[in-house]
């Protein structure tokens, strides 16, 4: 974690999903905008540094849905999980990918904090889906975050 802010002037930046900001980014083409979401960045003085991980990994928008088949992100960045399309087209290579460019944008822009989409295959914090069903677990970005020692916090646990 990186704690090198040379003014108190300057706004905490925070990672945010972008999907959350307002930005189209959803693999249906659409935003996911949070009104909660901007109410807890203006009231706790945040700067968002928007990412979305399945975007800087190249994928279009839109695109197929994508679940977890086996597993969760964690289990997905140890090569022991799958995250599959809706055609069944393993999505492990492409998806850990994104992680490590979020990863990578997380320390270029001295985020502490991130804050992510829940039930998202790549954002999820507490929860996403597996085939249908909406199970425990974590998505593959926000585990290789956690894993990077980021505290990753859910829209939901505001
Ligand atoms: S990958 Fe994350 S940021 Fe991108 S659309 Fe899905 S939930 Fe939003």
């Not at 009104?35 to 945040?46: K, S, T």
């Not at 999505?91 to 990578?104: D, I, P, R, S, Y």
């Not at 975050?145 to 939901?156: A, K, T």
Request: net charge neutral; with cysteine.
């Amino acid at each position: 974690m990186n704690k090198q802010w040379p003014s108190t002037k300057m706004r905490e930046p925070i990672l945010v999903s972008a999907c959350l900001l307002g930005l189209p980014t959803r693999y249906d083409g659409k935003a996911k905008r949070s009104q909660a979401v901007i109410d807890y960045l203006q009231r706790e003085n945040l700067l968002p540094i928007p990412v979305c991980p399945e975007q800087l990994a190249g994928m279009s928008t839109p695109r197929e849905k994508t679940f977890f088949h086996s597993g969760d992100g964690h289990a997905v960045l140890v090569g022991h999980g799958k995250v599959i399309s809706v055609h069944g087209q393993s999505m492990n290579e492409v998806f850990c990918l994104g992680a490590k460019l979020t990863l990578q944008i997380a320390r270029l822009s001295h985020c502490d904090r991130v804050l992510f989409k829940e039930r998202s295959p790549s954002c999820g914090v507490h929860q996403m889906y597996r085939g249908d069903e909406c199970v425990h677990g974590v998505g593959v970005t926000t585990a290789l975050l956690n894993s990077n020692g980021f505290e990753v916090i859910s829209e939901e646990d505001l």
